[in-house]
């Protein structure tokens, strides 16, 4: 027994392809494509006339336990410098949080990321004071709601070689026993300028033996290139290449301070670049060369939230306003492409035999739309609020823009509480 979705308009980003077409969904694929699909016995019949169908859009990286921290308490400190927000607010937020916040913080962030259109969230987690069990506890929190994760444990030497080790060993742990179809599994890393040669090493030995790839920041602001200079005397990619850090699974996040020759040698070792433009803006330090980033790139929010077509418009603007021209089609599609490659599976794609990972729209656009605008309808038009239903993995996970796993209000009023708890634990030290 499937379903056919009857009617839509299917769209696809690279190249920029729209079809009137049905679906049909047996299991967790596409089953069939083309015009007046007949169904077969047992099927259900949708109606999505006048909808638009695309592949779900990826969210390649955020930190999921930022989610409790919207209107926390300013630091009474003022905050000057990149490190200032750092150790005065996100090193104090994660040392905080304990099991039950961060399974409540991935579920309702990862219910907010459905919510906006997003199926698959790469998530880069930390939690000192529960390390063990806390990636375990991520998954949890996604799994509920029906979202795809791609999960790690950000690997530092910021509080001690004994929460460093104890993170490998989560690290290590949850690569043996926590992936699921649904949900992956990566090596986390924190900012280079927090980890010490012994630990590079063992992370990509790590990542080596369980044959996945790093998730890490680089060069977010200047202070990993003076870093890597005065402690090492070499720059921050020279530094992570010579360790066997820049591989075709790696994940770099940010690279808004590295050099033309730097992102060519980023480009050349075949890692993907992760642009979180609205997370620039917001902690000021600087434009990332976005134009030159290479076709192995996608969108993150880095924790500002989860909307993606929202970030692709933000990225859009900036680039326009430095100078540069991207085309925010190829940046959704690229969170499409490494999606498909860390899972090894179809997905992405609108084809018989591709993973129903799908968003549909409601876009009543005044104005035509055709594969030649496509870009500006994504850029000047489209938004999150048209996300109306959305399928993972074959199942219906948003309907009618109500998350239907669990009661999104009352999920909610959760959340409200276990952020005057965690903003509580916060101000007490």
Not at 87 to 116: C, F, K
Not at 125 to 145: I, K, Q, T
């Amino acid at each position: 027994m499937g379903e056919i979705l009857k009617g839509a308009t299917l769209i696809e980003l690279t190249p920029p392809r729209l079809e009137q077409a049905d679906l049909r969904i047996e299991g967790n694929k596409i089953e069939a494509r083309g015009p007046q699909l007949a169904p077969k016995p047992g099927d259900r019949v949708t109606d999505l006339r006048g909808r638009l169908v695309m592949p779900g859009l990826v969210m390649a990286h955020t930190h999921l336990y930022s989610t409790l921290a919207r209107g926390m308490p300013a630091p009474e400190q003022p905050l000057k410098t990149f490190r200032d927000p750092l150790e005065q607010v996100w090193w104090r937020l994660d040392r905080a949080l304990d099991e039950r916040l961060i399974t409540l913080s991935a579920q309702v962030g990862a219910a907010e990321a459905l919510l906006n259109g997003v199926t698959t969230v790469f998530d880069h987690h930390a939690s000192p004071s529960f390390v063990e069990g806390s990636l375990a506890a991520v998954r949890r929190g996604v799994a509920s709601v029906g979202a795809r994760s791609v999960l790690c444990y950000e690997i530092s030497d910021r509080n001690g070689k004994g929460c460093r080790d104890a993170a490998l060993r989560e690290a290590d742990a949850f690569l043996k026993g926590g992936r699921s179809p649904r949900c992956a599994a990566m090596v986390g890393g924190d900012s280079s300028f927090t980890l010490d040669d012994d630990s590079l090493d063992a992370m990509v030995a790590l990542a080596t033996r369980h044959d996945v790839g790093l998730h890490l920041h680089v060069a977010e602001s200047p202070d990993d290139e003076r870093d890597a200079r005065k402690r090492f005397d070499k720059g921050v990619m020279e530094r992570l290449d010579e360790h066997g850090v820049l591989t075709p699974r790696t994940l770099l996040v940010h690279c808004t301070h590295l050099s033309w020759e730097e992102l060519s040698l980023a480009q050349q070792r075949g890692c993907w670049m992760i642009h979180n433009p609205r997370s620039n803006m917001h902690n000021s330090v600087g434009y990332a060369p976005a134009g030159k980033f290479g076709a192995r790139k996608a969108l993150g929010t880095d924790g500002i939230g989860s909307d993606l077509i929202g970030e692709a418009q933000f990225a859009f603007f900036k680039a326009r306003e430095a100078g540069f021209k991207i085309d925010p089609l190829h940046w959704l599609a690229g969170g499409q492409h490494l999606s498909a490659e860390i899972f090894g599976q179809p997905l992405g794609q609108l084809e018989p035999g591709a993973i129903a990972d799908l968003v549909l729209l409601d876009y009543p656009s005044p104005t035509p739309l055709v594969a030649q605008n496509l870009t500006s309808h994504v850029a000047l038009g489209l938004s999150a609020s048209h996300v109306d239903a959305v399928m993972v993995d074959g199942a219906w996970r948003v309907w009618a823009r109500q998350l239907l796993s669990l009661d999104y209000e009352e999920l909610r009023a959760k959340a409200a509480e276990g952020a005057r708890q965690l903003w509580s634990r916060m101000s007490a030290g």
